[in-house]
Structures are given as structure tokens and as C-alpha cells.
């Protein structure tokens, strides 16, 4: 449906993880896979969202000079923050368990943002959902760090995963915007830009 809508445009997905893109593929979208390095930084003085918002725009800068006239480029950041901090991915096992711990018997914020880029127009959405886990125990983070290995993943753990299935206990907001894409959000906003062009 929402692809005959945008059969005039050519969508750029700047995403190598596997989640979002099989979102994509659920939404019946056509899309090409675009990848471009980028260091993942940003300023100290951002807090909350403002950080996932400046991380996704910043993934589209590399890709503005060779964009055509019908493509819409998207690229997003998926952050988790609690305790007034942003945790990011962790770089090894010892970071993931500490991570884990501070998640353990509390509720976390993971703010995901998307933006849309095309030659005359960019968007920046976000979404927000509150994840709560139960008292995890060291064994329990342990075993899931040694066979899950989620160093890939924002906040140390995917929801999909053994651990999420175990240990969260509450949900308030979008379940997939947890795994990485608020698709709910990123659907009507490329119905709004199939509706305007």
C-alpha cells in the first residue's frame, strides 16, 4: 500500500542492523541498503533525545552531496537513557554487565530517532518508551552476555532476546521502537511525504 504511494521515490535505508531492515521489509517497502563510516559523537551538552536526534542527523550528512531528486534517505539512532545518562553500546563484557546491573529492578527510557532526508526536506522524529526490568540476578546478566554477546546493541541487550523474554516485567510505549525503529511513526511520517509530493 504505502509503497505504490511512494513508487515515484527511491528509498535509501543508511542501516546495517538486520532489525530495521527487516522492518522495512515488513512495511512491503522497496529499499536499497546504503552504509557510510561515521563516528558516532556528539556533543556533551545534549541530553535525551536531543542526542538521538543529533546522532541520526548526523548519519545523513555523508550521503547529501549524492542524493537525486526522488530519493528519501533514512537514518537512525537508537539511545537508552536512565539515570540522566545516555548508555550506548558496550565495547566489551565488563561494560555490558555494569550496564545491565544499573538497568537491573528499574525502569529505563530507549528514545529512538529517525530522520528523513531528501533534497529539499529533512524531518527528525523521535519516540520514547519506558522499559522496566525485574531484579536480575549476576548469573542470569552473565549467561546472557556470554550467549547473546549484545555489543552491538544500545543499552546492552535486546528486548527480542532471552533476556528480555526473562527479565522485563513492564512496557509503556512502542515495542519496536525498543528493538530500534518506531515503524508505527516512520510509516505515517512516509505517508505525509507521499501525500505532499
Known amino acids: 500500500m504505502l509503497n505504490q504511494k511512494l513508487k ?11 532489525r530495521r531492515q527487516a522492518f522495512f521489509k515488513g512495511l512491503g517497502l522497496d529499499f536499497e541498503i546504503r552504509l557510510k563510516p561515521i563516528k558516532e559523537e556528539y556533543p556533551p551538552r545534549l541530553t535525551h533525545f536531543e542526542i538521538s536526534n543529533y546522532l541520526a542527523q ?3 550528512l555523508p550521503f547529501k552531496k549524492e542524493l537525486k531528486p526522488n530519493d ?10 536512565h539515570n540522566n545518562e545516555a548508555l550506548g553500546k558496550p565495547r566489551n563484557e565488563d561494560e555490558a554487565f555494569s550496564i545491565l546491573k544499573a538497568l537491573s529492578n528499574a525502569t529505563h527510557e530507549v528514545i529512538t530517532s529517525v530522520c528523513f532526508t531528501s533534497l529539499n526536506y529533512e524531518k527528525t522524529i523521535h519516540n520514547i518508551t519506558k522499559v522496566s526490568f525485574k531484579n536480575l540476578t ?7 552476555i556470554k550467549n547473546y554477546k549484545p555489543f552491538d546493541k544500545a543499552g546492552a541487550y535486546g ?12 512496557i509503556e510505549g512502542s515495542y519496536f ?21
Not at 138 to 144: C, G
Open 8 to 18: 515515484n521515490h527511491h528509498i535509501i535505508l543508511a542501516s546495517a542492523s538486520p
Open 177 to 197: 521502537n525498543v528493538m530500534g525503529l518506531p515503524v508505527h511513526a516512520v510509516y505515517k511520517t512516509l505517508n505525509d511525504m507521499a501525500d505532499a509530493s
Open 58 to 60: 548526523l548519519k545523513a
Open 138 to 144: 549476576d548469573n542470569e546478566i552473565l549467561y546472557y
Open 159 to 170: 528486548i527480542q532476546d532471552w533476556i528480555g523474554q526473562i527479565g522485563v516485567t513492564k
Open 72 to 81: 528519501i534517505l533514512i537514518t537512525s539512532d537508537t539511545i537508552v537513557w
